[in-house]
Structure formats: structure tokens, C-alpha cells
């Protein structure tokens, strides 16, 4: 079974390393994320570049989050992928993306939908 992923676009600033808000994009396999099977994603991350990225997931109305850790591989400067992401229920989810430089943090929030 194939859901259908409406990531939103976020906009987030590093404190005070960034000039302009890095802009946050997701990328899903074609299909959008796959309900109860791993995939990956792919993270662009445009403007004040972070030194690295954390990615994380849940289900705000069922108050858990995935049953599996993601690991975050660096392909370029604000490039990342993101593989062992899992989806195992159908509803509303939403990833994190944390982007990271030095002591400053910034979340962007995706909203995204997984049908049966």
C-alpha cells in the first residue's frame, strides 16, 4: 500500500548565523511515502547552510513517533538523504527537521498524510 505525502515548505533561521532563513525542502520516492515499508527521503536545505541535520517523526494524535531511527548520510553541502524512515500506520504524520551549525538549532515541521 502506497500513501500519498503533502510535504509543506518551512522556512527556519539559525539564530543569528543566518542573513536570510535557510529554505527546507523534502523529497519523497514517486508515490509519496510508503505505508509499513522503509524508504528514504531526500533533504535540500538552500541559504545559511547547517553543519548537519537530524530527522525525526511522529504521529502528534496518536502521541508516538516511528518505530525505527533514521540515519542522515551528507551528500553535498545542503544535500542530505535520509534512509530507514517508516511510516507503519495510515493518518497524520509529521517529520522534523532539525537543521544544526554550532550551538544554534532550527525544527522545520512537514505535515504529511499516509493512506492505506
Known sequence: MIGRALPALALVALGACATA????ELSFPPGGAPLNEYFSLDV???GALPERIEV???MPG???????TPLVHTLAPGRFRVDGMLFHMPGSWEVYVTLVRGEARALSTFAVEVEP
Open 21 to 24: 532563513p535557510p529554505r527546507v
Open 44 to 46: 535540500a536545505v538552500e
Open 56 to 58: 525525526d517523526a511522529d
Open 62 to 68: 496518536h502521541r508516538h513517533g516511528m518505530a525505527s
